[in-house]
DNA sequence: CCTGGGTCCAGGAGTTGCTAATAAGCAAC
């Protein structure tokens, strides 16, 4: 169980503490314990000696056991057993936290999504102590966004579904296919090609709950759902037949539509042929046109993780990092980068612990140190960079005077902060921030969070054409909640000659490991070597970054 | 519920700014 899996129903009971009315303080303290184990580099389990953290006592040291035994806790389960099941959902609706849940519960008898709705609708809200027609007309909006993201999951929460549904198929030749092959950002259900003898659904397939049947494109399939709500398809097809199967039920429908028309084939590769088209790396298959221009896309050299010699834009202790600068540095020589561009935030960000000018200083000092010792001590060449996270203020402007911004060898400029813009007004900030001759890369350009939040409205074009004119890269932030540059400006960035920079924006060492969810969106974007910033090499590193 | 001194109970809250309200809640990593 990983600390944030145990930080969760922390978190979770802080709210329903506060949704029920109850003391501020003990909420509170359910709060603080579930943040600070978030953050702690070590890995809690049944042997560690919870009380000895700071603001975690006898009370909640029991509740940790608890939650490491079962997932949950007495506490938590008699709240929830204790509240309207559906005001879970009203506290989704961004805007709304447990205050203005339990006002809305206690004043208007709202318990569900729906019946916030409704009230909204009827303009029942706006004369809410503390609401107005401001806030009722964002309830309705909010929901909108929240029905849009319910029933899909980011890819990397669905993915470790997989494994258990491979085991329940033992015996059975399977294929992960659909949108999950394909990489999309975020998945309904998980799609499986199951080889069977006669193509047909076996009993022993059936063993997903409200298990539903079906046939598309000539493939009988089963869909339902499993333990954890995640929906799972399987096809079945005739082992002669999986190239083919494998290919339609890959999608997206402009494939499946030319491939279900093909030959019976047990090569995708053969079965892409009698279509008439080149086989191309499944992610590839959502490009715009790409069923017209096969040809083209196979023949990209697309980037691996191997091909990375760099990982830029890391967090360490130095400001909301778990790792220190060392061992964060240490991590990444040990998975053989030959640099690391430690950049955390700048002062502004308080919540983020950001870095003082006096921090900065220290945090420069430590690299020289290290970078003196990795040089002597006989290993593979490694060298650490000196970056920051500088916000990017209202007004465009970076986060520091202008000769601490020259003290940095590189500076990711991103947005965190002020996120209702219009898209002129972001778009503006945005281009100011790039035009900035000490910004390098423009970090997670929409700020969006995948199923979570939207992000502030920018004109792409505009951006890349900025980038593009001032020698800035891009951002395509690899952690599965943001993968954003999305890969659908990918191609755009390519053909304006802005180099896509890969980052995990890791705050803790397995973070690092993120950057192949970056990758895979990357690829999807046809992004190949030369046009991967982090891929260049130590010296072509150091000489872009020296550049005019 | 935690901490800390009063060893049972008082007093407590990562910070700051924005939003949309007219005081306080929420969101930013």
């Given at each position: 169980m990983t600390n944030k899996e145990i930080a969760r129903p922390l978190k979770e009971t802080a709210a329903l503490l506060e949704l029920t009315g109850g003391n501020p303080f003990r909420a509170r303290a359910f709060a603080n314990a579930a943040r600070t184990i978030e953050r702690m580099d070590e890995r809690l389990s049944e042997q560690t000696d919870v009380t000895e953290i700071q603001g975690i006592g006898k009370g909640l040291a029991s509740q940790i056991a608890e939650i490491l035994e079962r997932g949950s806790f007495d506490v938590r389960d008699d709240l929830l057993g204790s509240i309207p099941p559906g005001i879970m959902d009203v506290l989704k609706v961004k805007g709304l936290g447990a205050k203005k849940a339990r006002v809305l519960w206690k004043s208007l008898g709202i318990q569900t999504l729906d019946e916030l709705e409704a009230a909204a609708l009827a303009g029942r809200?706006?004369?809410?102590?503390?609401?107005?027609a401001r806030s009722q007309e964002s309830i309705l909006e909010n929901i909108v966004l929240l029905r849009s993201y319910m029933g899909r999951r980011r890819l990397a929460d669905a993915a470790p579904f997989l494994p258990y549904i491979t085991s329940e198929l033992e015996g059975y030749t399977t294929r992960v296919t659909g949108d999950a092959r394909r990489h999309?950002?975020?998945?309904e259900r998980l799609d499986l090609l199951v080889e069977t003898d006669d193509g047909d659904i076996p009993g022993r397939l059936m063993w997903l709950m409200d298990a539903e049947t079906g046939e598309e494109h000539g493939l009988r399939w089963v869909e339902g759902t499993i333990e954890g709500g995640m929906t799972v398809r399987l096809t079945a097809c005739v082992p002669s037949d999986a190239g083919r199967a494998l290919a339609i039920t890959t999608g997206p429908a402009a494939f499946a539509e030319k491939l279900a028309r093909t030959p019976p084939s047990d090569s995708e590769q053969d079965a892409f042929k009698e279509a008439g088209l080149t086989w191309i790396d499944p992610g590839l298959r959502d490009m715009d046109g790409a069923v017209d221009r096969t040809d083209a896309l196979a023949s990209l050299h697309l980037v691996t993780v191997e091909d990375l010699h760099g990982c830029l834009h890391n967090h360490s202790t130095y400001s909301d990092g778990a790792h220190t600068l060392k061992e964060m540095a240490d991590a990444c020589r040990s998975r053989g980068y030959s640099y690391l561009g430690i950049c955390d935030h700048s002062q502004s960000l308080k919540v983020a612990n950001g870095m003082d000018v006096k921090t900065v200083k220290r945090q420069q000092a430590e690299i020289k140190a290290l970078n003196e010792a990795y040089a002597l001590d006989g290993g593979p060449e490694f060298k650490i960079f000196s970056g920051v996270e500088s916000d990017i203020l209202n007004d465009g402007s970076l986060d520091y005077e202008e000769e601490v911004l020259a003290s940095f060898d590189f500076i990711v400029a991103s947005v965190h902060t002020g996120f209702n813009m219009s898209e002129a007004a972001a778009t503006e900030r945005l281009v100011t921030a790039i035009k900035n001759p000490y910004t390098s890369i423009l970090g997670h350009p929409t700020g969006r969070l995948i199923l979570r939040r939207e992000g502030y409205p920018i004109d792409h074009e505009a951006v890349l054409q900025a980038c593009a004119a001032h020698g800035v890269a891009i951002e395509l932030n690899a952690n599965p909640w943001r993968l954003d540059l999305d890969w659908t400006w990918v191609e755009r960035a390519r053909q304006l000659g802005v180099p896509v920079s890969i980052n995990p924006d890791a705050h803790a060492i397995d973070q690092i490991d993120l950057t192949a969810w970056g990758v895979r969106a990357a690829r999807k974007g046809g992004l190949q070597v030369p046009e991967c910033l982090n891929a260049l090499s130590l010296a072509e590193f150091t000489a872009w970054i020296a550049r005019s």
């Open positions: 809200i706006a004369d809410l102590d503390g609401f107005g999309l950002n975020d998945v």
